[in-house]
Nanobody, 126 residues
């Protein structure tokens, strides 16, 4: 069983930055690929970023590439999402996900994994 708790969301002006954190309660954190998804009101959930088990490989949605950075600290059982140059279109609830494979990368909005956090709200004002 994997429990995930996100933090770090909030209200920020366009052009600003936020760093999201996701703490995992699991003994074998390094055996899980980690990812971030987001869901805006009235829209389906979309893939944002993912990182491999050791952190050696990262994957991004085109909409965030060059602005967001995903990283992980396996010693702290935590994954991060550094978000820079935020835009109003980035406004959404952001969810952390864990999976022993990287299928979240190619599944995108169809990803149906078992382990999700409760979400953290990010609001970007114009």
């Amino acid at each position: 069983q994997v429990q995930l708790v996100e933090s770090g969301g909030g209200l920020v002006q366009a052009g600003g930055s936020l760093r999201l954190s996701c703490a995992a309660s699991v003994r074998t954190f390094s055996r899980y690929a980690m990812g971030w998804f987001r869901q805006a009101p009235g829209k389906e959930r979309e893939f944002v970023a993912a990182i491999s088990w050791s952190g050696g490989s990262t994957y991004y949605a085109d909409s965030v590439k060059g602005r967001f950075t995903i990283s992980r600290d396996n010693a702290k059982n935590t994954v991060y999402l550094q978000m820079n140059s935020l835009k109003p279109d980035d406004t959404a609830v952001y969810y952390c996900a864990a999976d022993q494979t990287l299928r979240m990368v190619w599944s995108g909005s169809n990803y149906d994994g078992h382990y999700w956090g409760q979400g953290t709200q990010v609001t970007v004002s114009s």
